[in-house]
């Protein structure tokens, strides 16, 4: 499976959980559709949701003028997305996780959500320096 086609189904795995208490290895089979699993889908999707609280300070430090729960639910799963490759993979360079997310969100988000993206994400970075 490719990364773009791993972190679509992490982002609707991540989507899902964010609307069902479920195990996340559920979440993943879900997603999958019967197909195989993918081990950098499943590192995205557990990695994400293990780490939750300490990606949602964040992406709570880098909200102006929003709360994490007014969050569209498809942003919020972008962001986690995101926010779990910026901190914790350091194979992929920061530039490359935020522009994949500004990609998701155009392909999953409104039409502001991919700027959104870009400016929480832009702010996270600066967090990590």
Known sequence: MKRRTAREKALQALFQLDLNEQEPTVAI???LEGKGSD????KLVLG???HQQEIDELLKGSLENWSLDRIGNVDRAILRLA???MKFEESIPENVSINEAIELAKIFG??????????VLSKVKGQLA
């Not at 081990?39 to 499943?42: A, G, H, Q, R, V």
């Not at 409104?110 to 400016?119: A, E, G, R, V, W």
Request: charged letters at 40%.
């Open 39 to 42: 081990e950098f889908l499943e």
């Open 83 to 85: 926010v779990y490759e």
């Open 29 to 31: 089979e879900h997603v």
């Open 110 to 119: 409104d039409d502001d959500s991919s700027k959104f993206i870009n400016s």
């Open 48 to 50: 994400a949701t293990e």
